[in-house]
């Protein structure tokens, strides 16, 4: 099968690899759509990611497919089901899993290899985060539900309520999802964008107003004087994973406010906040990451209702050897949000 391969920064090579084989409590998935996200990118630019994966590994995570292989005590799933597996499962045993906090398992087990024909699903995955895909969703829509769980956990985590005021610093695929998402959820959102273009995007996902860095002198004062009295938001939530963003996000929320740090900077990063500020604002910081098992099931309902505007977030499709290029367009500055690579050579189940 046809495979794509990391090996270092920028360094994707489609090759020839064997078909995998199902083992006990595993399924094979003949790959229909494989999503590209923002943390593939991020490893595409750094050429590794310290949790998930090390070069040379195949590669990609978020995807939706046709079972083509059931392996020996799967009864949930039979060949032919289309179905969409989340890339982790926790082991449910350890200190965090029995607190509830499976997204910071001892043993939380990662699943890469997406962008290819063909893609195993560990025996753990297949028990807790795999769900069948009625035929009415498409199955590159249903290719979702991993990084909706993410935005959805980090909404729970951040304690969103209908009615509050929350800042979204951010709008590429994850700032745009917490948008939409949180926009359904009935809360009143303001983005915080840098390029033209995202302004009328930001709105169009459900920003009732918003603030372009580019075109204002100070951000965060402008922020505020969209919030009542200026006082500033009920949470702030940062999607874009930079040191400065970070402290605009601490400065834009009210007292007793939330802020989510949601963007995970490189390794290293080091920022520095007003420890005045923090304490006599009597501010709640949270850092959110990943997902859990509850989390992946709603956000697949949230799909699978149709309530949630899947259709929107995919901007364009190609062909799984078109993978390098796509990924080198979108380091350049791309108004794509995500792209379904296709890998098979037959036709798409969509």
Known sequence: MNAAVLY??????????PVPEAGAGEIVVRVAAALTCGTDLKVFRRGYHKKMLQPPAPFGHEMAGVVSQVGVGVTKFREGDRVVAVNSAPCGECYFCRRQQENLC???????????EYFRI??????????????????EHAALTEPLACVLHGMDETGIQPGDQMVVIGAGPIGLMFIHAAALNGTDVIAVVKHPEQVELARSFGARQIVQTTTTDDVIASVR??????????SVVEAVALPETWQWAVDM??????????GGCAA?????????RLHYSDLTLRASFHHRPSVCR?????????????????TGSAPLEDLVPVFRRFLHRSNDIKIAIHPGEGPYDG
């Open 225 to 234: 004087a969209l919030t009542p009295r200026g006082r500033g938001a009920d």
């Open 122 to 139: 560990p025996a753990r995955i297949v028990a807790i985060n795999t769900f069948r895909v009625p035929d009415s969703i498409r199955l």
């Open 8 to 17: 270092g920064k920028e360094d994707v090579r489609i090759e020839r690899l």
């Open 298 to 314: 709603r956000a697949f309902d949230w799909i699978a209702s149709g309530g949630f505007e899947s259709g929107r977030f995919l």
């Open 253 to 262: 929320a009210r007292k007793g406010g939330v802020v989510n740090f949601f």
């Open 268 to 276: 290293g990063t080091q920022v520095a906040l007003d420890t005045n």
């Open 106 to 116: 001892d043993d939380l087990m990662f699943n890469n290899g997406a962008y290819a």
